[in-house]
Every structure is written in structure tokens, then in C-alpha cells.
């Protein structure tokens, strides 16, 4: 009898293996279920703590923030201001750091069996998006203590504000995963990135309101800030949809050229890692 020999080789051509993605689909579920235990694991609070980091630091910043930035928004309740972009900030925050790092984190595994790579970058992401669901309720349960209006737009603006992040967390994960393979100086490079995208994320403050009109566009350009006008839209918020725009095709962009150069380079990660 014949003995059968399977060899698995790198795509020739660029390819976002959609086919592949779902023959392995199992994978998303079982890595994501794996980080999210072992992200709680011998903690007291467990999953709590997607609660008290986002509630915490919105205690803190409308202490520290309230008087100065509070008229910029007469519609919305500032604690409410601040929270939904907090919410959202921590998940861009939580994708990108753990995509970023996921790579070589799995090294061990990388090197001993095959499957799509872009699995573990999309556990690292929905392990996010289960924090983010987690501080979502507390925001909704804060809206109706407060008593902030939400209008019914908010059950298309709130999941495509999501969605919007989760885009721009993808692109910029993918392309780190895939540089710090090579370069582990992206390791180093990441928290001040992270650190100076939250400052140029409208958390606290609004763009909207910025007099000097390139320093505006030129803070559209982090995607985040459209998610963020796209989300307090649904709190009855006027928005700039030219900020929204911005922020999606930066998205977009992200996206497209993370995931080429992922493709590109991801036949060597079993040898870099």
C-alpha cells in the first residue's frame, strides 16, 4: 500500500483564505475561550475587572476634567461623555495590545502544528470584545441611573461604532503581530503608541469642538475618534460625519495593508518566533 504524504505550503499569491478561516472555525472558539480563563485565572474578581477599570477611570477623569471640558457636550451627562469612550478606547486598547503580542506569545504552537495564523489574531480580539460587552451593560445600566436619553438610532450606531474598532484594532493588530515577529523593538514601541493614541482619542474632550480645523482632520485620521462620534451619535449627539468618514477609510486602510503584510510574512513566523 501506498503511503499518502500531505504537504502544506505558503499561498503563492495574496489571498485572505476565507475558505480556510472557516474549516478551522472551531479554533476561534476554543482560543478565545482559553484567553478569557486564563486572563481571570486566580484573580478574586474575575470578570469584574472589565468593570472597575472603565468605571474607575471615569470616576477620575470627571473629577479631574468636569469643569473644563463639560460644556463641550450640553447634551450628554459628562460621566456618560466620558464612559462611552472609555468603552470603546478599552477595546481598541485590549484588540490591539493582545493582537500585537499574540504571535509570539503562541510561538510554541506555531512551531508544532498548522492552521490559518489569523485565528489567533481573531481569539485576541473577540477575548476583547468579551470585556467590552461585559463594561457595555454597566454603560446601558449607568444611562437609565442617570437617566440619559438614548435615541433608537443607537441600535445601528452602537454595534457599528463596535464594528469600527474592531476594524481599526484588526489592522494595526495584525500589522504589529507581524512586525514584531521580525523586530521585537515593536514590543517596546507599542505602550507609548497605545499611550499616545488615547491622548489623541476624544475621551475626555471633543474634537468636534476644535477651532483649528487641521488639528481636527488631523485627529480624524485615528480611527477610534469615529467610532467614538459614530457611538454618541446614539445619545443624541450631533456628529460630524466628516469625522466618521475620516475614520473609516483610515480603518480601511489599516485593515488592507495589516492583513498583506500578515499574508506576506506569515510562512516565516515558525522560524522568527
Same mark, same amino acid.
Given at each position: 500500500m501506498k503511503a499518502t504524504r500531505t504537504v502544506i505550503e505558503p499561498p503563492k499569491n495574496f489571498t485572505l483564505q476565507f475558505s480556510e478561516l472557516w474549516q478551522y472555525r472551531e479554533l476561534f472558539y476554543f482560543f478565545t475561550w482559553r484567553d478569557?480563563?486564563?486572563?481571570?485565572?486566580?484573580?478574586?474578581?474575575?470578570?469584574?475587572w472589565a468593570i472597575i477599570q472603565p468605571v474607575a477611570l471615569m470616576l477620575l477623569f470627571t473629577l479631574v476634567f468636569s469643569k473644563q471640558f463639560s460644556p463641550i457636550s450640553a447634551v450628554i451627562n459628562y460621566k456618560i461623555f466620558v464612559l462611552s469612550g472609555l468603552i470603546l478606547w478599552t477595546l481598541f486598547y485590549n484588540g490591539t495590545s493582545h493582537a500585537a503580542e499574540s504571535i509570539v506569545q503562541q510561538s510554541g504552537i506555531i512551531k508544532k502544528i498548522y492552521f490559518p495564523r489569523l485565528i489567533i489574531i481573531g481569539?485576541? &480580539?473577540?477575548?476583547? *470584545?468579551?470585556?467590552?460587552?461585559?463594561?457595555?451593560?454597566? =454603560? %446601558?445600566? &449607568?444611562?437609565?441611573? *442617570?437617566?440619559e436619553t438614548i435615541s433608537w438610532k443607537a441600535i =445601528? %450606531?452602537?454595534?457599528s461604532a463596535a464594528i469600527l474598532v474592531f476594524l481599526s484594532s484588526f489592522g494595526i493588530g495584525t500589522l504589529l503581530s507581524s512586525l514584531t515577529v521580525k523586530y521585537r523593538d515593536f514590543r517596546y514601541a507599542l505602550p507609548f503608541l497605545l499611550q499616545f493614541l488615547f491622548f489623541a482619542s476624544q475621551v475626555v474632550y471633543s474634537i468636534s469642538d476644535m477651532k483649528e480645523t487641521w488639528a481636527k482632520?488631523?485627529?480624524?485620521?485615528?480611527?477610534?475618534?469615529?467610532?467614538?462620534?459614530?457611538?454618541?451619535m446614539g445619545?443624541?449627539?450631533?456628529?460630524d460625519y466628516r469625522i466618521i468618514l475620516i475614520g473609516l477609510v483610515s480603518a480601511l486602510v489599516l485593515s488592507i495593508f495589516g492583513i498583506f503584510?500578515?499574508?506576506k510574512t506569515e510562512a516565516f513566523f515558525a522560524d522568527l518566533a
Open positions: 478569557i480563563k486564563v486572563k481571570y485565572k486566580q484573580t478574586y474578581l474575575g470578570i469584574l481569539s485576541s &480580539l473577540l477575548t476583547a *470584545l468579551f470585556d467590552f460587552m461585559i463594561a457595555f451593560i454597566i =454603560f %446601558l445600566l &449607568l444611562c437609565l441611573v *442617570l437617566r =445601528f %450606531l452602537f454595534p482632520y488631523l485627529l480624524s485620521l485615528n480611527p477610534v475618534n469615529g467610532a467614538i462620534e459614530l457611538f454618541r445619545l443624541n449627539e450631533e456628529g503584510y500578515f499574508r
